[in-house]
């Protein structure tokens, strides 16, 4: 065999989906537990720095950030190692890897294994997807401020209407009610917009809910992948023809 034949029996046993699949998966969670980390960390200083005055008042907002900065390093750890493993299980259920290591047989082993793929990969397709959707939370919040903001702005040369445009973080269950001042209004929220921490939040957050978007569109390209998988091991191994996603 030549180097071109060798070359395109290679290529052609490439798990494509597989690989942009992963590719997906590592970006989305990079997007998402770096800028969502970090949004985190920017996000308790600006609460504490604009709508609060006692410690007491932000305190388990502080425990909360704390813990879901620890679930965010798990979840990087966590997705690293699994998106490597579907990737491997994409690999060896390659015609490549039959033609090296000789003739297919599909075995109970293996289906119970692409089974435990499918399930394990739908469920976090569902739990990302909770994900995803609770990411758009801080980003509707910091939208809100935003377009508040701009609002003031046009409306400048009115200070008896710009002191009743307000934001309070109370209402989004990000301080206590009893939280003093709990809310920025007029000039004061306006100033807080124009802050570099601002934007930078607003930035992140954008990017940690675009990442968590990724990494769901990158589960169900694996569960695809893993099911069409499953499917050739059980119907078409023993003719030969082998899973090419």
Request: contains cysteine.
């Amino acid at each position: 065999m030549g180097c071109y034949e060798c070359c395109m029996r290679c290529l052609g046993g490439v798990p494509y989906v597989s690989l942009l699949a992963t590719l997906l998966c590592f970006s989305g969670i990079a997007l998402f537990c770096g800028c969502g980390h970090q949004a985190l960390t920017e996000s308790e200083r600006l609460i504490e720095t604009y709508f609060t005055r006692e410690h007491q008042d932000y305190i388990t907002l502080a425990y909360l950030i704390e813990y879901f900065q620890y679930i965010i390093y798990g979840l990087a750890s966590f997705f690293s190692l699994y998106c490597i493993v579907l990737l491997a299980e994409g690999i060896y259920t390659t015609s490549a890897v039959r033609q090296s290591f000789g003739e297919f047989r599909s075995t109970v082993c293996g289906r119970c294994l692409s089974t435990m793929f499918i399930v394990i990969t739908f469920v976090l397709v569902v739990v990302w997807l909770l994900v995803f959707s609770l990411s758009a939370l801080p980003v509707y919040f910091f939208y809100n401020m935003a377009y508040t903001c701009h609002t003031i702005s046009v409306l400048s040369e009115t200070p008896s209407s710009i002191n009743q445009l307000c934001i309070d973080a109370r209402q989004y269950g990000l301080l206590p009610w009893s939280a003093v001042p709990g809310k920025a209004c007029g000039m004061t929220l306006s100033n807080v917009c124009k802050t570099r921490e601002f934007s930078l939040i607003y930035d992140h957050y954008i990017a940690a809910f675009a990442g968590a978007g990724m990494t769901v569109l990158a589960l169900l390209t694996f569960t695809v992948s893993t099911t069409y998988n499953f499917a050739v091991l059980r119907y078409l191994g023993r003719k030969g023809i082998g899973p090419r996603c």
